[in-house]
């Protein structure tokens, strides 16, 4: 019988989001007349921006007609999206990146879980914690690590993120190859400054390693001095890749299209010390075993770069930061300790109590659904994320009903009703 990759069965088994929706189910069984609203999950929920809309179904009624039918399209995707991409994403924030150093793809996810294939099977790999899964995940199935013990997997290199180094890691006293960096931070809405960036820079130049830069909720970034690209940073051509998407950008997350870039000056090394380039493995990777995006998809992606596109994606963003600020001010009202929510959709809550058990508050008690926080890492411990994206009324009556339980007045009554710890909750 075939032998299978007994690498997978290391995965812990419960997915966190399969935990949540198993939760969810039971207590929708028990309370049938209970309405729930959902913060817990990071998907969004308005519709694509109109110029988006008129891309698309142009570019099908072209696919309708042999005379503008296509086929399949270059691998890397088509020169129309990947210019914009270049001009507006980088060159016109004063980063220098070009059109043949952007690959097109169905997703970030499959970019996050694919890249490793290009680095040895050796290669020592951090990644933050609380961490997306993703990158964990990918490098367990590949056999670069050991089995699960202690709350995290033998061999990987966990980068803690905390209260006290404002959830943005520091890089590790020791040597390491791949790193795993995202910012904004899914899950804990941090933002990464110039300075802090720079130093990561610094730190993979001087150790040979190379940063995996998930810049996934980039448009999120309001703050003017927050780079929006690990390129804005001197000397970081020559030891980042970074991915993007428009899931989050554009409302693209049923439609699917994200990039990812890596610079031509981006190398690795071979056994015998020559050095090859990320750029041309990753190229080579694509072309034989991704077919490319769909011509509609990426004519709907280019019309994210449009005048039209560009206001609507703003307001589309705008929306859901609406929702941030609100979730972020309520609980600090209540005197949470949060992060996140001004450059990014998840607000990161201090809860006070474990994890799952503030979950479980918030579903019986409030009917919202939040994701816990140790789901993430052991450094999630102790926190949920809340997601701003859903419409303006589920978050204002999520919040009505998360302040009947959890105000001022209240909280010395739930507190009691608590077993677990309540030392760090700020106001009793
Ligand atoms: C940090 C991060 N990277 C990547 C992704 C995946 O994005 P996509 O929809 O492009 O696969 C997500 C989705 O939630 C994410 O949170």
């Known amino acids: 019988m075939i032998r299978a990759n007994e690498h997978f069965l290391k995965l812990r088994s419960s997915y966190l989001f399969a935990e949540i929706a198993g939760r969810l189910a039971a207590f929708k069984e028990k309370h ?28 099908v009624d072209e696919m309708a007609d042999e005379r503008s039918f296509r086929g399949y399209g270059p691998e890397q995707g088509y020169g129309f999206l990947r210019e914009k991409i270049a001009r507006y994403d980088y060159q016109e924030r004063g980063a220098e990146i070009y059109t043949d150093e952007i690959f097109i793809s169905d997703g970030a996810k499959c970019d996050c879980g694919n890249i490793q294939e290009l680095f040895a099977q050796d290669s020592v790999v951090a990644v933050p914690d609380p961490v997306y899964p993703v990158y964990v995940d990918t490098n367990v199935m590949a056999g670069r690590t050991g089995a699960w013990r202690e709350g995290g997997y033998g061999g990987l290199v966990y980068l803690p993120s905390t209260e006290e180094n404002g959830y ?10 791949l790193i795993y960096l995202c910012f904004p931070n899914n899950p804990t809405g941090a933002a990464i400054g110039r300075r802090r960036l720079q130093s990561w820079v610094e730190y993979a130049a001087e150790n040979g390693s190379l940063i995996i830069y998930d810049a996934a909720y980039e448009a999120f970034i309001r703050d003017n001095d927050i780079p929006h690209s690990i390129f804005e940073i001197p000397g970081a051509r020559r030891v980042a890749l970074e991915i993007r998407s428009f899931s989050k950008t554009a409302g693209f997350t049923g439609t699917r299209c994200a990039y990812t870039v890596i610079p031509r000056e981006c190398m690795a090394n071979t056994s015998s010390g020559d050095g090859v380039s990320v750029r041309e493995l990753w190229l080579r990777r694509q072309t ?3 077919n490319g995006v769909s011509y509609p998809v990426q004519r709907a992606a280019e019309a994210v770069f449009s005048e039209q596109g560009r206001i609507q994606v703003r307001e589309l ?10 979730i972020r001010k309520k609980f600090s009202e209540m005197g949470y300790m949060c992060t996140g929510g001004d450059n990014s959709p998840y607000i990161w809550i201090k809860t006070g109590m474990p994890s799952w058990d503030f979950f479980t508050l918030l579903l019986e008690e409030a009917g919202v659904v939040c994701t816990p926080g140790s789901g993430f ?3 999630g411990e102790g926190y949920v994320r809340i997601s701003a994206f859903n ?31 309540i030392d760090n909750r700020k106001e009793v």
């Open 391 to 421: 419409n303006h009324n589920q978050v204002e009556k999520a919040l009505y009903n998360i302040g009947r339980i959890l105000g001022p007045k209240k909280m010395k009554k739930v507190i009691q009703k608590e077993s677990g710890s």
């Open 288 to 290: 034989t075993k991704f």
């Open 377 to 379: 890492g052991s450094c």
């Open 168 to 177: 943005v890691p520091e890089p590790p006293g020791q040597k390491v190859d």
């Open 32 to 59: 049938p007349q209970h309405k729930v609203i959902r913060l817990g999950i990071g998907d969004v929920t308005c519709a694509l921006p109109r110029a988006c809309i008129e891309a698309f179904h142009k570019a």
């Open 317 to 326: 963003i705008d929306y859901y930061m609406y929702n941030a600020e609100l």
